[in-house]
């Protein structure tokens, strides 16, 4: 009984995922690709996660992954009817527009 | 289990830049649920089924319906000849090639038997939730409130656009 792939893999893989999200918050100025983004970099630190209680066979990896699961869902819901709130004011979606207070 | 790893892998990287590069955002979602199944595929691999399968139920389900929800509600052209143009091949081969390899994946993982993925070392989900529910006790009370407050935060600012909403039906 052995992990079946090296813990390195696993953590590459989750490094590279959050990078490209992190990209994605960084160059897209639309408020829903900026949400997609995060949900992208939340996931690959859940990923992480899962990947470090696999290398000592624990379960404490997957239950961090629960609890990223609940603010990842928490999250998404605020973040959405906060945008719906936005494109309300801004009639759009450009997240540039947002430059003063106040709305 | 290296090469499915690697190959599971690619595809969730894939998908995930091509997810946050297209200018559609629905063609977007299409590559993100992709990316989402492909991590869960990885998560089944590293001997996680547990969480395996809340991925695929509650974000490539859940959070992603949401998302749909949204999209649709915002109503980016809605027009029967958008929906046609959108629905050219070109849109929707892209996702359901890199399915199709995941699921060729998954099928020879279920039928490699004992040999296969039985072996590897599993955290099992009795092992998660004896500990979600003994030292990690605090832990889920926390995150119940945070859900709580999610779901009340949702409501008010919902409840704020009421007027909005009704605005929009009269006009249209």
């Known amino acids: ?103 | 289990m290296n090469t499915l790893f690697i190959i599971a892998g690619t595809i969730a990287i894939l998908s995930a830049a091509l997810a946050v590069s297209r200018i559609n955002a629905v063609h977007a979602l299409l590559y993100l649920v992709v990316s989402l199944l492909a991590v869960g595929v990885v998560l089944f691999i590293l001997g996680a089924p547990f969480a395996a399968v809340l991925e695929v139920i509650i974000y490539a389900g859940a959070i992603m319906v949401l998302f749909v929800f949204v999209i649709m509600m915002l109503n980016f052209g809605g027009a029967l000849a958008e929906e046609k143009r959108r629905l050219k091949p070109s849109a929707w081969a892209g996702p359901v090639l890199l399915t199709l390899i995941l699921a060729v994946e998954l099928v020879f993982v279920t039928c490699s038997g004992t040999k296969g993925v039985y072996r590897i070392l599993m955290v099992s989900p009795t092992q998660v939730g004896l500990s979600l529910f003994g030292p990690y006790m605090l832990g889920v009370e926390l995150a119940s409130m945070l859900l709580l407050a999610g779901l009340v935060g949702a409501y008010h600012l919902a409840r704020s656009i009421g007027p909005f909403r009704r605005e929009e039906r009269g006009r249209s």
């Open chain 1, 1 to 103: 009984m052995s992990p079946a792939v090296p813990a390195e893999y696993s953590l590459i893989l989750a490094g590279l995922l959050f990078v490209i999200g992190l990209a994605g918050v960084m160059v897209r100025r639309n408020l829903i690709f900026i949400l997609l983004s995060l949900e992208i970099m939340l996931n690959a630190a859940g990923l992480a996660f899962v990947a470090a209680g696999a290398r000592w066979g624990t379960a404490d990896g997957q239950v961090m992954f629960i609890f990223i699961l609940a603010v990842a869902a928490a999250e998404v819901v605020v973040g959405l009817a906060l945008l719906l709130w936005f494109h309300h004011w801004h009639r759009g979606l450009d997240a540039d527009s947002a430059n003063e207070m106040r709305g």
